[in-house]
């Protein structure tokens, strides 16, 4: 895990001092190594900041050389032995044991198709000195960054945009559309690649870039499927699985669980195959977290004690022979309590738990620090927890596995049972089930979430037998955001790049609601990849980066193994939510192999932090004191009176607490980056 970045210029040889500005700024990323690089016989420099986790010798210093080719790495090739062991046979000699000379010798081999024989994470650029091409990738999910600027002729990049802020003052400036739909619908990433800078971009996840002769090419190498089938699910499982060890194979302790009756647990849904896909899906999860294993410093683990990190703990924990270290945040309030299913899962597990209980009083001082490691604003209070979390890692390990993206491959949140519900209604309506069915699903999520899902149920099916080609025209209409009425004017109209906003009351269609293009016929399905693609897992990822390399760690998310990924979105919707048990396929899988009282919680509460209670008393004039500051006030986004009636709702009990944590995330942002708070510092 490192840090990255690079000027290719047309206007002459690259000033050193520029490269040395970047680095600097990026030393967080990298504590244990730094290489610039300059060709002297091009505008060209590459700058590297090593975090070493593999071969931990000089030999993996970077800018790494081969022939005509220099590489700056960011990110791991978790099946880097194999693809050596590969290119060893076609004549390939090797100098290190680093994954980054994998890269370099991969493309040598097979030229920019080699990103499609990666399993990992990655964001790099690799420069042609032969061809005066650069060549830039970045992995299928964005779990690393690349960010770029191409102006006056000149390509730049780097793993943060702070280092191209540090290294042109000019580029610090809002972008207002990006800022609109972030306070509107709290969204971090533009699918298009867009960021909260005018000019600076974002590679978009599964995307190549080349920069060469001043033309810049940008396209995409890897997408899912749209079409499920089971079959071929199983079959490509299988054929991923064959030679690879199993869990029995793996384990290394003498731990013991519980023996579960899946069926006892989880009833009898009317599923077929589903035990054999749960295999598979086992089969693909274990040996996900056995690749991530692979470093040559102490790895960790984050447990929250939900089914997602606690099945990475209980699997990590029998490959082993020594305790696992985890690390989990705890909160007293009962809102944010998971100490219990923590605590049974480390100690089932027989792990070095680490805890920390994050205290309202420590977030005012910490709030600028953390909107500086993020460079954008943060839609999330979460972050705090695990900014925490990984403060308590550094020292202990280098290496921490977490769980994100099992919630988005496997449908974990209860917002999606209206998606499921409909689901349901189309294979009822196509005469797969019957209609009983869909009202004895109702009954059982209403008992879950104390609320009526009638109305809903009542809705899909009315949209189930809408002709298909009706429902798909519908589906492709991406809707309107219309300004929030708590921004003034003025940004508003600019945000919606000139046009009036006078009227409040939906004469102004606004600007096109963010959504991916239709992929999926299957309504449950395409919500997860919305979410995995653009609502969920890139601000997720975002978080997860800027947090852990805040200090020093690489945090690497084996659920988002583009095995499993592929594997998940190839499997009919109902291999997801049966009843009110969400996350059919990993509950079924992990039977038996972690605490029950884990594998049957039912509640689902992501990453809590208490937020909403500390707004309303220890943090509430922090609060009023950042929004009554004169820089608030004149800063012209948000309108003061409109954010002390939010202020007042929520201290008289209504949870306004998000949208009180995207006002404080963009106005501390704009101290940090539009006036430089964070530069001076």
Not at 656 to 667: D, I, Q, V
């Amino acid at each position: 895990m490192c840090g990255i970045a690079g000027i290719v210029s047309g206007r002459g040889p690259v000033d050193t001092g520029r490269l040395e500005r970047m680095s600097r700024v990026l030393a967080h990323r990298g504590p244990d190594d730094q290489g610039i690089w300059v060709d002297p016989e091009v505008g060209l420099g590459l700058v590297h900041r090593r975090l070493s986790i593999l071969d931990l010798s000089e030999r993996g210093h970077q800018p790494m050389q081969r022939g005509s080719a220099v590489l700056v790495f960011n990110g791991e090739i978790y099946n880097h032995p194999e693809l050596r062991e590969e290119l060893q046979a076609l004549g390939h000699q090797f100098s290190s044991d680093t994954d980054a000379e994998v890269v370099l010798e991969a493309w040598l081999e097979w030229g920019d198709e080699c990103v499609n024989r990666f399993n990992g994470m990655w964001g790099f650029a690799l420069w042609d000195r032969q061809k005066r091409r650069l060549f830039c990738s970045r992995d299928r999910f964005g779990v690393k960054p690349f960010y770029y600027v191409f102006k006056e002729g000149e390509f730049r990049f780097a793993s943060e945009p702070k280092a191209l802020l540090t290294e042109d003052p000019s580029l610090r400036r809002m972008r207002p559309d990006t800022l609109m739909r972030f306070l509107a619908e709290g969204l971090v990433d533009d699918e298009g690649g867009a960021t909260f800078y005018p000019e600076i971009h974002r590679l978009p996840p599964a995307h190549n870039l080349t920069f060469e002769d001043d033309r810049l090419r940008v396209w995409r190498f890897w997408t899912l499927k749209a079409e499920p089938d089971l079959e071929v699910a199983l079959v490509q499982a299988r054929n991923s699985l064959a030679g690879i060890p199993t869990l029995d194979d793996l384990t290394r302790t003498d731990l013991t669980f519980e023996p579960s009756d899946a069926a006892a647990v989880f009833g009898t849904p009317q599923v077929q195959r589903i035990d054999e896909a749960a295999e598979a899906f086992r089969g693909l999860l274990v040996d996900a977290v056995r690749l991530r294993l692979r470093a040559d410093v102490p790895v960790g683990t984050c447990l929250s004690g939900g089914l997602d990190s606690g099945s990475i703990v209980s699997l990590a924990s029998r490959m082993r022979p020594d305790p696992m270290d985890t690390f989990s945040s705890l909160y007293p309030q009962a809102d944010c309590d998971e100490s219990l299913f923590i605590r049974a899962i480390a100690d089932r597990c027989g792990s070095r738990a680490h805890e920390v209980q994050p205290r309202p009083e420590g977030l005012p001082d910490l709030f600028p620090r953390m909107m500086w490691h993020q460079d954008e604003p943060s839609a999330a209070p979460g972050i705090y927890s695990q900014w925490k979390v990984m403060e308590a890692a550094q020292g202990h390990v280098t290496v921490l596995l977490d769980g994100q993206g099992g919630d988005e491959i496997l449908a974990g949140y209860h917002s999606y049972f209206p998606e499921h519900l409909t689901s349901l209604a189309s294979r009822i309506v196509s005469g797969e089930e019957d209609e009983g069915r869909l009202w004895e699903e109702v009954r059982l999520i209403e008992a879950l979430t104390g609320r009526s899902y009638t109305q809903d149920a009542h809705r899909a099916l009315r949209r189930a037998r809408r002709p298909r080609w009706l429902a798909r025209l519908g589906a492709n209409r991406p809707g309107r955001i219309k300004p929030p009425h708590y921004l003034t004017a003025e940004f508003a109209s600019a945000a919606m790049e000139g046009r009036t906003v006078r009227d409040w009351l939906g004469r102004t269609r606004g600007m096109a609601r963010s959504r991916p293009s239709r992929t999926f016929d299957d309504r449950l399905l395409q919500r997860l990849y919305n979410d995995l693609t653009l609502h969920s897992i890139p601000s997720l990822l975002r978080y997860e980066d800027r947090n852990s390399m805040a200090f020093s760690l690489e945090s690497r998310t084996p659920f988002l193994d583009y095995r499993l990924v592929e594997f998940c979105f190839s499997l009919p919707a109902r291999f997801k939510i049966s009843g009110a048990e969400t996350k059919l396929l990993l509950r079924r899988a992990m039977s038996g192999l972690m605490p029950r009282e884990v594998v049957e919680r039912k509640d689902k509460l992501g990453f809590p932090t208490p937020v909403s209670h500390w707004f309303r008393n220890e943090l509430k004039e922090w609060v009023e004191s950042v929004f009554h500051d004169p820089r608030f006030k004149n800063r012209g986004i948000l309108q003061p009176s409109a954010v002390e009636e939010v202020l007042r709702r929520h201290a008289a009990g209504e949870d306004r607490s998000w949208e009180l944590w995207r006002f404080l995330s963009a106005e501390v942002w704009a101290r940090q980056f539009l006036d430089g708070d964070g530069f001076s510092a």
